[in-house]
């Protein structure tokens, strides 16, 4: 078995990180891996999190090194974190007998291929998305620039070398994993390639520990009626998520749903949003906003519905795999969301082809309603959604490909 060193520069104080990395480190701990993490963390997630985070990490035998996350200035500040994680990641090499270093992204990437350069020590390079394009369609990197289009363009040749002289690559979609064997004056990628998409633990994510009666307590939290619908939309809003959209979907659905309630399980508020609702005349009581823990977002899940997302359809977003998927289908809930990111429309497609919106458009949120209308229907639907999400996006099925790929390198 392999000692690992899995770098990130997302903190696994993060909800992301309790989402997305601690799950399959602790089941690699299980498969006999040796791991130590080094990563950058926010002070209030640190402070909210750390004792936990490192309990557990205590109880599977995973050691972790840390620094200060810091962004400002922009440009500036990155590359000082990532020569600051690169000295810390020499120093645990030194210490410990190091045979791989697993890369989140590519400010981790870029650390672990100069370790590789200067060591000799092997690198997976786990991509998480075509990260420069979407800095770029995000608006991010606004190219018109020249400082940030040279940074693009740097990037850009950072991405070459990495899929060149990684032992091993990890797209998060087939999609991506297609456009990225395209490549292939760059290199034959098709033996070092794999797919494994933002898992959910399935054992976390249950929605048979939770009774009607828990339900129903809970909705009377947030002064919801047993017989209120609820869409709900877990996760942060920003750059990718379309939140204009979904509320012109909502209001139009809410018209002839009458008991439609939307519920934001997100850190955005209810004073953010008042001027939208009131812009599209919906009513300030049939939405809620609740921030919450990872190990309370099943719980408040079990409230819905049914799930939704919209998230901006560009070419960055053909490698995106959206972590509220898994958990959302995972808990049983059909999910609504647009066409074009990553490999979402085919793993909807097994479910109901109804779900997706075809276009950001009034009859294409019309072409959906019936799960809203039909309860036979919806309840079809949602007999459908956990077997789905245990066939995509188990998180027991990545932690035995990550398994295969570290014993393959090191073998």
């Not at 620094?67 to 922009?74: A, E, F, H, R, V």
């Not at 869409?231 to 998520?241: A, D, H, K, R």
């Not at 009513?283 to 921030?291: A, D, G, H, I, Y």
């Not at 919209?310 to 998927?325: D, E, G, N, R």
Request: proline letters at 5%; hydrophobic letters at 35%.
């Amino acid at each position: 078995m392999a000692n690992i060193l899995y770098i990130t520069f997302d903190g696994i104080t993060d909800p992301l990180g309790r989402s997305q990395i601690l799950p399959y480190l602790k089941g690699l701990s299980h498969c006999g891996h040796s791991i130590h993490i080094l990563s950058q963390e926010k002070v209030k997630h640190l402070k909210r999190e750390g004792r936990a985070v490192e309990k557990i990490l205590g109880s599977h035998n995973i050691s972790w090194d840390h620094i200060p996350y810091k962004n400002k200035p922009p440009i500036l500040q990155p590359l000082i974190q990532r020569r600051r994680i690169k000295q810390l990641a020499k120093q645990i090499i030194a210490k410990k007998q190091i045979d791989l270093t697993h890369c989140r992204s590519y400010m981790a990437g870029w650390v672990g291929l100069q370790i590789k350069k200067q060591l000799g020590i092997p690198f997976v390079f786990d991509m998480r998305g075509f990260w420069p394009d979407e800095r770029k369609e995000g608006g991010l990197w606004p190219t018109k620039n020249p400082l940030y289009r040279l940074v693009y363009l740097r990037v850009k040749h950072l991405e070459k070398r990495l899929l060149f002289n990684a032992e091993h690559i990890v797209s998060l979609t087939h999609k991506g994993k297609k456009i990225i064997e395209s490549w292939n004056h760059i290199k034959n990628f098709e033996e070092i390639i794999s797919v494994i998409p933002c898992c959910a633990d399935l054992d976390h994510f249950d929605p048979s520990k939770y009774s009607t009666t828990d339900k129903n307590q809970l909705r009377k939290t947030y002064n919801l009626k047993e017989e209120d619908l609820v869409i709900g939309y877990v996760g942060s809003l920003g750059t990718w998520y379309m939140l204009d959209e979904m509320l012109d979907a909502f209001a139009q659905w809410s018209q002839q749903e009458k008991n439609l309630k939307l519920f934001f399980l997100s850190n955005i508020s209810q004073d953010d949003l008042l001027p939208m609702l009131s812009k599209r005349g919906i009513p300030k009581e049939s939405v809620r906003t609740q921030s919450t823990s990872y190990d309370n977002v099943p719980e408040h899940m079990a409230m819905f519905d049914v799930g939704l997302f919209f998230i901006l359809p560009v070419f960055s977003k053909s490698a995106s795999s959206p972590v509220k998927q898994g958990e959302m289908l995972s808990m049983g809930l059909p999910v609504i969301c647009n066409r074009g990111v990553g490999d979402t429309d085919r793993v909807i497609k097994e479910i109901d082809s109804s779900l997706i919106v075809n276009d950001l458009n009034t009859s294409s949120y019309q072409a959906v309603a019936r799960v809203f209308s039909d309860t036979g229907f919806r309840d079809s639907l949602s007999r459908q959604c956990r077997p789905t999400a245990k066939k995509w996006f188990d998180v027991n099925q990545g932690i035995a490909s990550y398994n295969n790929i570290y014993n393959d390198i090191i073998k």
